[in-house]
């Protein structure tokens, strides 16, 4: 779920929507969540009561003895599939008091309290915001102090001590460096659909959509500030991080892969050019932001191609005393052939496939799960779900399909 700042909460409070039974089990249910469902002990939980869920591909804490019970999975929290197959649970739930919370209420975000991460140790890197940064960067001082100095991490005060120290200092490094992210870039991210039952409601569920296939990789974003040509400056970020030093540039967060992948991207399809061209073209613009997913190669474990190559789901600009505009699917694939017969580069620039061009929902979350997945229209393998966009560019969402986590990320 995303919060308030368009982050991404891996655990929160949420409340028991509906309970349904198992066909032949006498002793598991089905717990809802909105659009999730996660198998759960009969008679645990009723229909209204507050629960605590953790989303699919986040990791819990290891070292609290709550989760002990998790070892089994190595902590992760997954998409599974019981009693033989037919029956798919997504997530955990547990109840406030198990994790001994009080006076908690629907929609706290819990991520950072309870210590949740994603499973993917890059992922919580690329992910990360600066907190969650900071507690990762104490987190592992503290680790390796705890090796240095077997005999005193024995005591839980020094121990406590020390991680105040870190934390002091590790703020006081942060507050030096102002951020550098580019105030007038969104990060980029979509809700899933199971946590907007709005959508099945009217009258968003006869809104007319744009469907395009999402594609499992990495979120790039480059961007580009109206100025002259000799000041301006391409800026080339991942979902959260900005490359604007000779380190950040060089660092690689995939195994396999042979430097920055970000930093491939823009230097492959010559983005440097095409953002200069658009500003020139249109000195009305503000600013030009372009945005896509990198793929291929090891980025993930769907792997379409061996290559790294970058398809463009958002393109986002600004004239000075409106409101920016992002280009729904149709008008973005326009705008890019344009560039591309305007520049005539080497390597042709590509956006994420169109599936529908007027899809309406059907009735329910689970139908719309059932249609995102199908064949990729990439290289005909599977398909990781959709991303949903209306036609104005302005509302979208998400809709991942339960076999591919199950095989991918299970």
């Known amino acids: 779920m995303l919060n308030n700042k368009g982050e991404r909460e891996l655990c929160y409070v949420t409340r028991i929507t509906d309970i349904t039974p198992i066909e032949g089990a006498d002793k598991v249910e089905l717990a809802h969540i909105n659009g999730w469902h996660v198998m759960v002990r009969k008679g645990e939980y009723q229909i209204g009561d507050l629960a605590i869920y953790f989303e699919v591909d986040s990791k819990v804490p290891a070292e609290n003895p709550v989760f002990d019970f998790m070892s089994k999975y190595k902590y992760k929290v997954k998409t599974q599939r019981f009693i033989k197959g037919a029956v798919l649970s997504q997530g955990l739930l547990m109840r406030p008091e198990e994790l001994f919370l009080k006076d908690v209420k629907e929609g706290d975000f819990l991520t950072k309290k309870l210590g949740i991460t994603y499973y993917e140790a890059e992922d919580n890197v690329r992910k990360a915001n600066n907190k ?105 970020c991942s979902r959260n991080v900005v490359f604007d030093t000779p380190a950040a540039n060089e660092r690689n967060y995939y195994k396999d892969t042979d430097g920055n992948v ?114 990729s229209l990439i290289d005909g393998g599977m398909r990781e779900g959709i991303v949903f966009r209306s036609i104005d560019g302005k509302m979208s969402f998400k809709a991942v399909d339960n076999k591919f986590l199950e095989k991918y990320h299970g």
Not at 158 to 184: A, V
Not at 195 to 221: C, V, Y
Request: glycine letters at 2%; a positive charge.
């Open 132 to 236: 969650e940064l900071i507690a990762m960067k104490i987190a592992k001082r503290m680790e390796v102090w705890k090796k240095k100095h077997k005999f005193l991490s024995r005591f839980k005060f020094i121990c406590s001590l020390r991680r105040k120290l870190f934390e002091k200092q590790i703020k006081k490094d942060q507050q030096k460096k102002k951020t550098n992210w580019p105030y007038w870039v969104i990060k980029s991210d979509e809700e899933r659909a199971q946590n907007m039952p709005q959508l099945f409601r009217e009258p968003l569920n006869q809104t007319h959509w744009i469907a395009t296939e999402k594609i499992d990789g990495t979120s790039t974003t480059f961007t580009m500030i109206q100025a002259p040509k000799k000041k301006r400056h391409a800026i080339v």
């Open 262 to 375: 970000y930093v491939e991207m823009f230097e492959k399809y010559n983005i440097e050019s095409v953002l200069n061209y658009i500003l020139d073209k249109h000195p009305e613009y503000e600013f030009i932001t372009i945005q896509g997913e990198t793929y291929g190669g090891t980025i993930q474990k769907r792997k379409y191609c061996n290559e790294h190559k970058l398809a463009i789901f958002n393109i986002i600009f600004k004239t000075k005393g409106l409101e920016p505009i992002r280009l729904n699917p149709i008008e973005m694939h326009e705008f890019v052939s344009q560039i591309n017969n305007a520049l005539n580069n080497e390597i042709k620039l590509e956006c994420v496939p169109i599936v529908d061009k007027d899809f309406v929902l059907p009735a329910t979350c689970e139908e719309l799960l059932e249609y995102a997945g199908n064949t």
